[in-house]
């Protein structure tokens, strides 16, 4: 069949799109509303926030998107990106799933790691009530309904009531000169006292002109159940990316998300943390790493509904070259959230005079029976700290290495996922030197470094801290 790229992002692509994917008529009819969000909406709804909007936007109509899939050789694709002992894995290239290695024990349990479309086929019921209730809503922002709509690939993981999984699953996305924007939802549904640790990463084989890679990841964490989720970027430097995430914790529950940015030219990060159960606990953390011209845009929302609620968002970025951030938070506990206990920060570090940091962090807070706090905070580096290591021999390079990789530890020590903790520190140092470090298991971390550096345990309470708001 031949396929037709389109000129356009309109409601002929959107019906293109999912007829290509052998749709049924209540998804389409899903896209066709998300779509005429997208073309009804600003790039910024949030009036504190409109003002850096055309700092961070990004021009979407030079981008392309093919119906259909391409076909791809998985073995010279993923040639070395891969060593052969990688296993609970979903390799996906470009727009296109390639491969999905799920180990006997695992699926006996009954646990799913698939593509969103197969999952579709084997319970259509499921995902229509998983879609139909999205945690990422096409009203709330401009480019979730953009990938509510256009999506041309997925990820469906499922892991059954009382199942626990003590190694983690994986995601590798591979882009290499993509003939279409890459447009991707994963939907993560961890049931009743059920753990689960899933890895996404997003790697570019090498140069591949404009590229567009757009997401959208909902984790549903449910009674007692306990996710761990992480995501490594390290796209090239001509890729736009743009995430949404939303996770939802209800009674009991626990989700920690671990976001380590790396790559791409633009990045557009939004990502809400819905407590909505009593009792349920949710734990972010962002590392990003900045140089030459990169834009990162990043807003992290903590939702306190149920009742005796913790969560806490910590984000810590480095700035080089004329690079830009800017960090977005909010805290909103309602009414009816009382005991809940809330903490925000974002802080940053900027190494040279032509990069920009901004942070703005606010509260919303309807109940006086809470805990909540934010801070933050954008400095040079501490000419007094680099002095005290170059006079014990360092050079110069290697002492500034040092405080950057100290300034990102207190972030990275409290990440709960040994590989992803292992894994960031190795890349943030490959990327200080110019080089493009992925992912690696641990026997080749320690033949590349020589060490491991042990997890630090956290002592201190963040929250017998000074509060805003107590």
Known sequence: MTQTTMSSFDEDLVRAISSSLNEPEWLEKARREAFREFVSSPPEKNPLYTKYASTFDFPIEPFRMVPGRSEVDFRSYFKGFLTGNESDIMLQANETQVHVDLSKDIASKGVKLMSFHDALHEDEALLRKLVEQRLVKSEADKYAAFVNAFFNSGTFIHVPK??????????????????????????????????????????????????????????????????????????????????????????????????????????????????????????????????????????????????????????????????????KGMIKITNAARNSRSYLAHHAMILDRTAKSNAVPSLDIDNNEVK???????????????????????????????????????????????????????????????????????????????EITPEVKQTEDIFERHYKYR
């Open 372 to 450: 909540a706090t934010h801070s933050a905070s954008v400095a040079q580096i501490d000419e007094e700290q680099l002095f005290y290591m170059m006079a014990r021999g360092l050079p110069q390079d290697e002492a500034k290495k040092m405080v950057v990789l100290g300034f990102f530890e207190p972030v990275l020590s409290r990440i709960p996922i040994e590989q992803t903790r292992e894994g960031a520190r190795f890349m943030i140092e490959g990327k200080w030197q110019g080089a493009k470090r992925r992912l690696v298991d641990r026997e080749t971390l320690l033949a590349a470094t020589g």
């Open 162 to 327: 009382g199942v626990v999984l003590e190694r983690p699953l994986r995601r590798m996305l591979l882009l290499d000169s993509p003939r279409t924007a890459v447009v991707d939802q994963t939907l993560v549904y961890a049931e009743e006292q059920s753990k689960l640790i899933f890895l996404e990463e997003l790697y570019s084989k090498g140069p591949a002109g404009p590229a567009l890679v757009a997401s959208t990841s909902e984790i549903r964490s449910g009674t007692g159940a306990h996710v761990d989720f992480s995501s490594i970027q390290l796209l090239d430097d001509q890729t736009t990316h743009v995430s949404n995430r939303a996770i939802e914790t209800v009674n009991d529950s626990k989700a920690t998300v671990s976001s380590l940015v790396l790559g791409s030219s633009v990045s557009r990060s939004r990502m809400n943390f819905l407590l909505n159960g009593r009792g349920c606990f949710a734990e972010g953390y962002e590392i990003f790493f900045t140089d030459a011209n990169q834009r990162y845009d990043f807003e992290t929302n903590l939702v306190h509904v149920g009742q005796d609620t913790t969560g806490s968002v910590h984000a810590r970025g480095v700035l080089k070259g004329e690079s830009q951030s800017i960090f």
